[in-house]
């Protein structure tokens, strides 16, 4: 019946602006987001919830491998609806994550039993996401509200499924969901721009692009509690390692064999801010191109997005181009409010390296000097690299550098 309803306005698609958030099961409220994320998965799976509700403590105390060799196979046909497969997806990959990486990099388990693998792999082909943790699983559906009456902040938030890492675990995780909550407006703001340039309005899109400015801005500053709840050294030797793939990751060269699945062990990479949507979506829509290196990391990356997310991101790339708009309308006033919008991505961007050199570059060596430490050794496979596999702040400097680059001149 849907589709009776839809066709008398496929007519005048043409004139009508047709970038809406819903299309793409994007939030108005949460953005990329899940809305309220269910904490709870039918009884069924009981075996999965106890496992996961536990995951620090049997991780900790090397127990977890033993409980996963003992979980019954479950399938996933009692998952009903989107959220239960969500949660599905996330406490399976967090159970993976542990289950290999239990006993540090010196000892990865290379071989996924199948009462793991071939659930993670059935939900994750009903999502169309890949078989392992995604940002779109420590992230976008791992949080929940205190009381559901008050804003989103640190004190009214819990993630649901946490690994090994204390109070800075749960920091990493919950100032990322701020983040995210931070570029609501701004992702509103995108949708109104692309609309307004269709129309086209001049005065709708200065709007959107001021609103966009400001939402970068308090990206930026969201991100900077971090260092209030977040501490380097643990971050470093305790919370990474979790997060780490089996692609272009030196500890495991081999890829992980998912049991009962495929012969061949299979290569994934590890959960990465670069699997959010929210500055692919800024690039595509301001123009800003990428190194070949950079894109082809990034362009990967989308593979690892929730496939309505990834979907978006295409229709902003195929909207017609702000960049062209704003020259050809010779318009002084969006000019600058574009070029507004650059400044606050690239010094988005340098913040977010600073971050990076804090809390990767510049906690190696200290890791490195100490001898006596209730810290574990710190992962050496991934000295310089980003738990997505990249050579993190080159990568960073360089998507940094052509996002200055973007910056539009005064012609004539």
């Known amino acids: 019946t849907s589709n009776k309803i839809m066709e008398p306005q496929s007519q005048n698609l043409k004139t009508a602006p047709s970038l809406t958030l819903g299309r793409f099961h994007i939030s108005e409220d949460y953005g990329f987001l899940l809305p309220n994320p269910l904490k709870e998965l039918p009884d069924h799976y ?91 699983d420590v992230v976008l559906a791992n949080w929940a509200t205190r009381n559901p009456g008050r804003p989103l902040e640190i004190r009214n938030l819990d993630p649901i499924v946490l690994f090994p890492g204390g109070e800075s675990l749960r920091g990493f995780i919950l100032v990322t969901v701020l983040v995210e909550k931070a570029a609501v407006p701004g992702i509103k703001a995108l949708v109104q721009a692309v609309n307004a340039v269709l129309l086209p309005s001049p005065d709708s899109l200065l709007q959107a692009l001021q609103q966009l400015r400001l939402s970068i801005q308090d990206i930026t500053r969201s991100l900077g509690q971090m260092h209030d709840y977040v501490d380097p050294d643990i ?107 650059v400044e606050a991505l690239a010094a988005l961007r340098s913040y977010h390296l600073a971050m990076v050199t804090k809390y990767l570059i510049t906690a190696a060596p200290k890791a490195k000097g100490r001898k006596t430490s209730h810290l574990p050794e710190p992962p050496q496979a991934l000295e310089e690299r980003g738990t997505g ?11 940094r550098d052509k996002t200055i680059e973007a910056i539009l001149h005064q012609s004539g």
């Open 389 to 399: 596999g990249t050579a993190v702040v080159r990568f960073l400097k360089s998507v």
């Open 235 to 341: 971050f470093y030797a305790v919370i990474r390692i979790f997060f780490s793939g089996w692609k272009d990751n030196p500890a495991m060269p081999a890829g992980l064999l998912y049991e009962g699945v495929s012969k061949e062990p299979l290569h994934y990479s590890g959960a990465s801010a670069a699997q959010s949507t929210v500055l692919h979506a800024f690039d595509e829509f301001l123009g800003v191109r990428h190194s070949k290196e950079s894109t082809d990391f990034l362009h990967r990356m989308r593979d690892y997005m929730p496939p309505s997310h990834r979907a978006f991101i295409e229709e902003i790339h195929s909207a017609p181009s702000l960049r062209d708009h704003i020259l050809s309308s010779g318009n002084s006033q969006l000019l600058t409010a574009y070029n507004q919008c």
């Open 46 to 136: 009981r075996p999965w919830m106890e496992i996961a509700n536990r995951l620090p403590h049997l991780i900790g105390s090397h127990q977890l491998r033993a409980q996963v060799n003992e979980m019954p196979l479950l399938n996933c046909q009692f998952l009903t609806g989107y959220r239960e497969q969500r949660l599905a997806h996330l406490v399976l990959s967090f159970i993976t994550m542990g289950y290999v990486w239990q006993d540090g990099e010196a000892q990865p388990k290379e071989v996924l039993p199948r009462t793991l693998a071939l659930p993670l792999v059935e939900v994750s082909r009903n999502l169309g996401l890949p078989p392992i943790l995604l940002h779109s």
